[in-house]
């Protein structure tokens, strides 16, 4: 989930919850969380769009509310950064007066969904999506564990299988729709009309097998499946880059970052998608002028450097990040990847990456295939060494 686990709780009682303590649910709009730089407002679009006046009006609330910085979250949301406690609920009342809010803390919290965004009109995907949202804000819906997500990936090869969600509609190897909780290679076969109940029925399912505040994979890994789901998946390694798309063209961010005039530069050429890989989806545009902070060629080393928001923004970091990815990217070497994280932490690259950069008290430790805290190969590399490195 991107940067959360830097961020603090706003309203923990006045104490302030610490990292580790705070992993386990996402944020929102109507509970942000508290950063080095303000207070985070997460957006959730309803069902994964932006219409331009939608996103040209967040560019404005963020503006005048924010710090003017913007982040794409791996869930497929826009987080507004730098809002401060006084300016907080002009910028609810902004974003609720444009449709974008949840109606309590509790539905935001459930509609987790994670659209494809390659979806086209009357292909049965916005239909999918808002059964889905109004199934999950009614009062009987399960409780569900915070990070807990669905995904509808409903075009005819998976897209969104690397990204995070619990329950799963995807397409079989003949088209048919299926029924996937995470962690199973097969899944059920559903239909338009019953996906949605039966993904409901699923979630419940899932409460009732005990999955509590686990993940569904890790109940899944326990041998406790539901029956009916033996329909082979389709197994997909989506890893879309900029560039035109059937439904648009994609555009990347370095470091999933924008400014409010980015945003609103886009929102000039199509309502806007969201996507779990950083990048925005333009609907129907095909070519884009140069917009400042927006990257279209697929091989800009950019796109394969991830940073975490480092020094100064995170009290946590040792170490700036960001202004050191882009010193640093002339110089990546064809397809390389690199993680560079201000502290041992690695919110922006919990996983093993093959090449990471952590912040230390003095310089930066070089780890190969390993997270952000594991044992270094070197330590103490001063910034100005570090292009040798990599
Ligand atoms: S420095 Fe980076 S990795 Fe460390 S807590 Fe802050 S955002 Fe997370």
Redesign the pocket.
């Known amino acids: 989930m991107g940067?959360a686990?830097?961020l603090d709780r706003l309203g923990d009682g006045g104490g302030r919850v610490s990292?580790h303590e705070v992993k386990g649910w996402c944020p929102g709009a109507l509970r942000p969380m508290r950063s080095?730089d303000g207070l985070v407002v997460r957006v959730r679009p309803f069902g994964g769009r932006l219409r331009r006046a939608q996103a040209d009006g967040i560019a404005t609330l963020a503006a005048a509310h924010g710090n003017g910085l913007l982040d794409l979250s791996s869930r497929g949301n826009l987080q507004i950064r730098g809002v401060t406690d006084t300016s907080l609920p002009h910028l609810i009342e902004g974003l609720r007066a444009m449709g974008l809010i949840d109606p309590s803390e509790e539905v935001e919290s459930r509609r987790n969904i994670l659209v494809t965004p390659f979806w086209a009109p009357g292909d049965g995907t916005e239909g999918l999506v808002s059964a889905l949202t109004d199934a999950l804000s009614t009062p009987d819906a399960p409780a569900l564990p915070g990070k807990f997500g669905f995904a509808i990936d409903t075009q005819r090869s998976p897209a969104l299988q690397n990204a995070s969600a619990d329950i799963r509609l995807e397409r079989d190897a003949q088209g048919g729709l299926i029924l996937v909780a995470e962690g199973m290679l097969t899944g059920k076969p559903v239909t338009q009309q019953t996906a949605v109940a039966e993904a409901m029925a699923l979630a419940d399912w899932f409460t009732r097998a005990g999955g509590g505040a686990r993940r569904m994979s890790a109940l899944i890994a326990t041998g406790t499946v539901p029956k009916g789901h033996d329909t082979p998946r389709q197994a997909g390694n989506a890893a879309p880059v900029p560039g035109p798309v059937p439904a648009g063209v994609l555009v990347g961010f370095a470091f999933g970052q924008m400014r409010v005039e980015t945003l609103a530069g886009l929102a000039k050429h199509g309502s806007l998608r969201l996507t779990p890989w950083r990048l925005l989806l333009v609907e129907n545009a095909r070519d884009l002028p140069d917009i400042d902070g927006v990257l279209i060629d697929p091989a800009d080393p950019l796109l394969r450097i991830t940073a975490?928001?480092?020094?100064p923004r995170?009290?946590?970091?040792?170490q700036e990040?960001r202004a050191l990815g882009r010193a640093l990217a002339p110089h990546l070497g064809a397809g390389a990847t690199l993680h560079i994280?201000?502290?041992?932490?690695?919110?922006?690259h919990p996983r093993p990456a093959p090449l990471t950069l952590t912040?230390q008290a003095r310089g930066f430790a070089l780890i190969h295939n390993g997270t952000?805290a594991d044992t270094p190969i070197r330590t103490g590399l001063a910034p100005d060494e570090l292009k040798d490195h990599i």
């Open positions: 940067d686990p830097q990292a080095g975490c928001t480092g020094a995170c009290e946590q970091a040792l990040t994280s201000g502290c041992t932490k690695g919110c922006a912040g952000a």
